[in-house]
């Protein structure tokens, strides 16, 4: 005897296509066109910041630190700016790259086509940015903690768990894309 399954009437749990046009995949690549967009007009913003910094005069610019005794004003050294706005261009740009590569994937999502074998490679390269990015805002942060001793605390090698589970996950499925795709080519092959 067969035991009914549980349903839930379509006015409870409305059912949500996860493939094709129209579908869950379509509304979330619009999303990543709208945040790439945006991430790729703050870095241009940022490039054209660090050529004014590049070529204007630097000698009236500094930080004013507060403290409970009044306030200090520190000068900021041009070097120190061109290397904020250089890692603030870097780490936009970086994750311009990884929701372009995203974009592509949600293109062939929303085609139906979510084991095209060119997902395999876009997956294999988000991960390796996503570690490029997560290294390099973790050694800024650690030059960025002996130059301004007391200010911030070095980070720790526990920092760098979460995002370093992130790029093993992100090259595992590269791996399950790569399986799709072959076991998709077989079954094409097989009439």
Known sequence: MRLPSPRFP????????ALGPGSVSSLLKTALDIAYGL???????????????????????????????GGTRIPLPRAHALFGIGAFIGYFGGFALILRHLRRIFRTLTLGDPF?????SRLKQIGLILAIVTGGVWLGQMLVSRLAR?????????????PAFSVLVVFVLAEVFREGARLRRESELTI
Do not use: W, Y
Not at 116 to 120: I, K, R
Not at 150 to 162: A, E, I, Q, R, Y
């Open 150 to 162: 007391g200010v911030m605390d070095p980070p720790s090698l526990f920092n760098l768990v979460t």
């Open 10 to 17: 379509r006015r409870i749990l409305p059912a949500f296509r």
């Open 39 to 69: 991430l790729i007009l703050m870095t241009l913003l940022a490039c054209l910041v660090f050529a004014v910094v590049a070529v204007i005069p630097m000698d009236q610019v500094g930080l004013t630190v507060m403290s409970d005794t």
């Open 116 to 120: 095209h074998p060119d997902n395999v």
